[in-house]
């Protein structure tokens, strides 16, 4: 329903921010990631999250559009609401996140307040599985593979934790193909290729 709110930071609390837009001020329910960049008496632009339950009318806002998009990931994990996601997102970048997946971190997902080994377990095992229906039998599709796209001293292991991740961060074949085209991923670490293509992905 709501791409983004803009407007002056009027104020900022543990978990939220108001954000006064046109002389209304919207709570907005974000990470700690999220109000570290926020000042009070600057404007800003969080991109929004409407979350609409029996007894409540929640709005969640994100300051760039990876953490939106792995907040919603987060949201489609069974048993998981939008408190917990935040909490997760409050310790995890998106790009810690999909690592912590790939690799199943499950000791990165509980440093998460109220987020037991339990819930862990089912974001590592749903979204791997996700992951695995994304990615075609074989290979990655499309007639090229990320591999074609990095230098050839780019190890096996590195390049499958790279793509896996962006997988599980929604991106198709192709765009992994094309989002590593490019870049230095034999000087990288996988947290910091992963946060390129994010950034890339995003200009």
């Given at each position: 329903?709501?791409?983004?709110?803009?407007?002056?930071?009027?104020?900022?609390?543990?978990?939220?921010?108001?954000?006064?837009?046109?002389?209304?001020a919207?709570?907005?329910?974000?990470?700690?990631?999220?109000?570290?960049?926020?000042?009070?008496?600057?404007?800003?632009?969080?991109?929004?999250?409407?979350?609409?339950?029996?007894?409540?009318?929640?709005?969640?806002?994100?300051?760039?559009?990876?953490?939106?998009?792995?907040f919603?990931?987060?949201?489609?994990?069974?048993?998981?609401?939008?408190?917990a996601?935040?909490?997760?997102?409050?310790?995890?970048?998106?790009?810690?996140?999909?690592?912590?997946?790939?690799?199943?971190?499950?000791?990165?997902?509980?440093?998460?307040?109220?987020?037991?080994?339990?819930?862990?377990?089912?974001?590592?095992?749903?979204?791997?599985?996700?992951?695995?229906?994304?990615m075609?039998?074989?290979?990655?599709?499309?007639?090229?593979?990320?591999?074609?796209?990095?230098?050839?001293?780019v190890?096996?292991?590195?390049?499958?934790?790279?793509?896996?991740?962006?997988?599980?961060?929604?991106?198709?074949?192709?765009?992994?193909?094309?989002?590593?085209?490019?870049?230095?991923?034999?000087?990288?670490?996988?947290?910091?290729?992963?946060?390129?293509?994010?950034?890339?992905?995003?200009?």
């Open positions: 329903m709501f791409y983004y709110i803009e407007g002056t930071v009027a104020a900022l609390d543990k978990n939220f921010a108001a954000i006064d837009a046109g002389g209304v919207f709570a907005v329910n974000t990470t700690v990631n999220t109000l570290t960049r926020l000042r009070t008496g600057e404007r800003a632009r969080l991109y929004t999250y409407l979350n609409v339950a029996e007894n409540a009318l929640d709005l969640y806002g994100f300051y760039d559009l990876s953490e939106k998009r792995a919603e990931l987060l949201l489609g994990v069974s048993g998981v609401g939008p408190k996601a935040l909490s997760v997102l409050s310790v995890c970048t998106p790009e810690s996140l999909a690592l912590a997946i790939v690799t199943e971190n499950e000791k990165m997902l509980t440093a998460a307040p109220g987020v037991g080994k339990r819930v862990a377990q089912r974001m590592i095992l749903e979204l791997r599985d996700k992951m695995a229906k994304d075609p039998a074989g290979g990655t599709g499309g007639g090229q593979t990320p591999a074609a796209a990095v230098p050839a001293g190890p096996g292991k590195k390049l499958a934790d790279i793509t896996g991740a962006l997988t599980v961060l929604g991106y198709a074949p192709q765009e992994i193909t094309a989002a590593l085209h490019g870049l230095d991923i034999e000087s990288m670490t996988v947290e910091d290729a992963i946060r390129a293509v994010l950034k890339k992905s995003l200009k």
